[in-house]
């Protein structure tokens, strides 16, 4: 199902000391990055409640995932999500934008259902697999000549709290054939083992439906 129509069932992330609320849904891959960039950033209270994805601070309300973790790298400069270099920084907010705009909107469940309903489960599948292949293609030529543990180096970056929740949902949700992207595969190892990462997961969520 489509995130944005499930908005009515989430959970929040706050802290008694910033007062931060997110308001989220378990299995919204825009609502994943912020629980990563928070756990990250050290913000790990969880309480239920409702809206996906909506960052309240104060008298601060802040929608959009890109434009929440923005706003969090700003205000809260801890455990930086940008590195100090332009020529770093810029490489990680190219490759979050790849998976914001050429990955994650081609497997929507709103339109992978539409797909299916017009052209049958077969193509659903083939149409996924095309284009976050070609998304995936892109990273994997733009990361493939760093060698630190994660995807620009040493640090979690950016383009780190973009790529995990993306691979870890192609590896599940989709099946992917990660073999083609042997980066992308390296990278994803050191992200399973990250307290924050691990904290972030859907089914770690309040909210969340498991079976």
């Known amino acids: 199902m489509d995130p944005n129509s499930q908005e009515v069932c989430g959970s929040s992330h706050s802290s008694a000391s910033t007062k931060l609320l997110l308001y989220s849904y378990w299995q919204s891959p825009c609502s994943w990055r912020v629980w990563f960039a928070l756990n990250l950033k050290e913000f790990e209270r969880l309480n239920p409640l409702h809206y996906v994805p909506v960052l309240v601070d ?6 959009d995932s890109f434009a929440i973790l923005l706003y969090l790298e700003e205000k809260y400069p801890q455990n930086a999500l940008l590195p100090s270099d332009p020529k770093g920084s810029a490489l990680n907010l190219q490759a ?16 992978l259902e539409y797909i299916e309903e017009k052209a049958g489960p077969g193509v659903r599948l083939l149409w996924t697999e095309n284009h976050m292949g070609k998304g995936f293609d892109g990273l994997e030529k733009l990361l493939k000549e760093f060698n630190g543990r994660y995807a620009t180096g040493d640090e979690v970056y950016m383009a780190d709290v973009f790529l995990a929740p993306q691979i870890c949902i192609a590896i599940r949700r989709f099946n992917l054939d ?6 992308l595969s390296r990278i994803y190892e050191a992200y399973k083992v990250l307290p924050a990462f691990q904290a972030s ?6 909210d969340a439906i498991v079976q």
């Open 201 to 206: 997961l859907p089914e770690r969520q309040p």
């Open 178 to 183: 990660m073999s083609k992207f042997p980066t």
């Open 58 to 63: 104060g008298d601060v309300v802040v929608g």
């Open 96 to 111: 979050a934008s790849i998976v914001s705009s050429s990955i994650h909107p081609r497997h929507l469940m709103s339109l």
